[in-house]
């Protein structure tokens, strides 16, 4: 199997990495050796060189270590709000948006002459302290472009862990961060050879590598998973074109697949066909019931309470069988209807009277016992609904996707059961009941994940329908899960979202797998 690369955006790589680096060496060494002696970077120094000053009286160098210091820290501002303004941007990155602003005001630092120094430093300053704030990571690694001080810790660090451990993956974090630190080492050099060259227009030389940056994150890496994508979708494509071309062929596939529906249900009816009870027989109730507020609790291992608020409030702890846990809970009426749908593709109808006031200190009703299911039958997902507004979306995990009105349980009369409630055709990854519209979070067991809005997903007339393909999988894949995009903390929400299905979507970054996402 071949071992993939984070895939994505290039401003987490190692290459990426180098240029910024020596840029940042670059500055360093420019401002100080050119720009009287005062630290674009390493703010450490000026605060050092600014105390002194201030202890010796020397005020008229205050503002030359001050105001470099004060333009650092409103480029770190100035950097997040960008970040915060063009994070969901498709056409081009934030980050590039970033290298942008720095390589224009670094070609006006190479203009401005020796008596604008104070100027020119707090340009530089200002550049370097959104490029560090924007550049943290390098392949999952925390590092820092314009600076050694944080590199060389962590790389000490990583190196003392693989003699303790002898594991060999802090050797490649090591490899990293002396990388970077080599760079910028690199970077000063050429610093201090351009300004002997090209004086105050050595700055440029910065601008030059933050172009290639730029262009750079213009790529993205797994180049050659996207190209055997592509040359499986091209074999595909010349395979249909062969097919169209062929009617005996399309005659033969015709023929094959009306064999295996022969062969899969060409058999007798093994089921007793229902038909809707009279209304004057239905099972309605005897009397008029009380409506009041209630809260609804519905287990995994099909435990139903029915608790009001009074008694709720004087409750502890829910009381649950061992291993059980509480999957679902709403607040809702007496009067309420219930879905429950089981694992033998059924839904049994009932309402929030037809069960006893219980309370958090007892087990509660058995579903399956108190709607009478069949043997082996348990229920898996419970629906409340005052008025049968929204979908049920049921998820296979093939990767389709049936999307149903949930009025399409709605009967006249008051069945109790109604038969074929989702299809039975592929194995049920999930299910879920949307009231409306929303953005979904799908997860499969390849490490990707997707985000889509429900409305790309067409709705189905058909109860048991096999659904519509959703999610392009990989051999061997399926979906895990579905979840609510809302609430998740992603990092860059924009990879995954996908504006057509089917998608594919995109590998889980490593700060995207937080436990957050395991919930």
Known sequence: MRHHKHRGQMSEALLTAAFLSMSGGLQDAYTYIARGEVFANAQTGNIVLLSQNLFTGNWAKVPHYLVPLVFFALGIAASEGMR???????????????????????????????????????????????????????????????????????????????????????????GHYFAIILFFALGAGLGGWGITQFGMGTIWLSCALLIVGFLLMFLKEDVEEIEEEIEELAKAIADLQDIL???????????????????KYGKPRRCEILYEIPAD???????????????????RDGYFKKITPQSLRMSGEQKLKDGDEVLFTCESTNSAELLFFTNHHQVYKSHAYDFGDSKASVLGDYV??????????????????????????????????AKVLLSSYETKQNRRKLLKAYSDKEELACMRYLPAETELAIFTTNGRLLLAGSALIPEKATRDSAGVNVVTLKKNAKIARVTLADGLELGEAHRY?????????????ADDSAEQLTL
């Open 84 to 174: 915060y303004r063009f994070q969901q941007g498709t056409r081009i990155h934030w980050r590039q948006l970033i290298l942008l602003e720095e390589i224009v005001t670094l070609f006006a630092v190479g203009l401005m002459p020796a008596s604008l120094n104070m100027l020119a430093n707090a340009t530089v300053s200002f550049s370097c302290a959104m490029q560090v704030q924007a550049f943290r990571k390098v392949n999952g690694y925390a590092f820092a472009s314009t600076m050694c001080i944080g590199n060389l810790r962590s790389g000490m660090d990583s190196l003392c862990a693989f003699f303790r451990t002898r594991n060999r993956e802090p050797l490649l974090k090591v």
């Open 245 to 263: 071309k062929r009617p005996a062929r399309i005659n033969r596939i015709i023929m094959q697949e009306l064999g295996d529906v022969a062969k």
């Open 281 to 299: 027989t239905a099972d309605e109730p005897d009397e008029q019931v009380p409506d009041y507020p209630v809260h609804l609790f519905f287990t």
């Open 368 to 401: 399956a016992s108190s709607l009478g299911m069949e043997e082996g039958e348990v229920p898996l997902y419970m629906v409340v609904t005052p008025d049968y507004k929204g979908w049920m979306l049921f998820f296979f995990q093939n990767g389709k996707c």
């Open 497 to 509: 979202r996908v504006r057509t299905l089917p998608a594919a979507g995109a590998i889980l970054r």
